[in-house]
C-alpha cells in the first residue's frame, strides 16, 4: 500500500516560551485522575496563531502552589488573595506568555501548556 505524503496544516512548535492569547477555560471535565480545567490559548506566530491547551484541577485556592490560581493571576494581575470570585471572561484576549512542553517526553509530539507567566512585552500605553 502507498501513502500520499503531504505537508502539513499546522507549524510543528518546539517546546520553550511563547508569547499567547488567553481564550478562556472549559470545564469541568471528568478525567482519569479526577476533574479538570481546560486553559486555553492561542500561540502568537509570525503568519497566525496556532492553538494550544493546558489542563489544571478544579481547585483554586488563593496560593502560588494552586496552578489554576497561578496561572489566573498571570492573565488577570487584579486577582489577589482577597478576591472571593474569578470571572475569566473580561480576561478573554489578554497576552500572556506561555511554557510549552511535551505530554509525554519518551514521545514527542503533541505538547502542552506547563504554565503560564504575565506577559513580558506588555503594550505600551498610548501617550
Do not use: H
Not at 517546546?15 to 486553559?39: H, S, V
Not at 472571593?84 to 489578554?94: A, F, H, T, Y
Not at 505530554?103 to 500605553?125: A, H, I, T, Y
Amino acid at each position: 500500500m502507498k501513502s500520499k505524503v503531504t505537508e502539513p496544516t499546522w507549524e510543528d512548535l518546539e517546546p520553550g516560551l511563547y508569547t499567547a492569547i488567553f481564550r478562556g477555560r472549559e470545564g469541568p471535565n471528568e478525567g482519569k485522575f479526577g476533574d479538570f480545567i481546560t486553559w486555553k490559548f492561542d500561540i502568537i506566530l509570525k503568519d497566525g496563531f496556532a492553538d494550544i491547551q493546558g489542563i489544571s484541577s478544579t481547585a483554586f485556592v488563593s496560593s502560588r502552589r494552586c496552578k489554576g490560581y497561578r496561572w489566573a493571576c498571570a492573565i488577570d494581575p487584579t486577582l489577589n488573595e482577597r478576591t472571593v470570585e474569578w470571572d475569566d471572561l473580561p480576561s478573554i484576549g489578554k497576552e500572556v506568555d506561555v511554557a510549552l512542553e511535551y505530554q509525554n517526553p519518551d514521545d514527542p509530539g503533541f505538547l502542552k501548556v506547563k504554565d503560564v507567566f504575565k506577559c513580558r512585552n506588555q503594550p505600551s500605553e498610548q501617550k
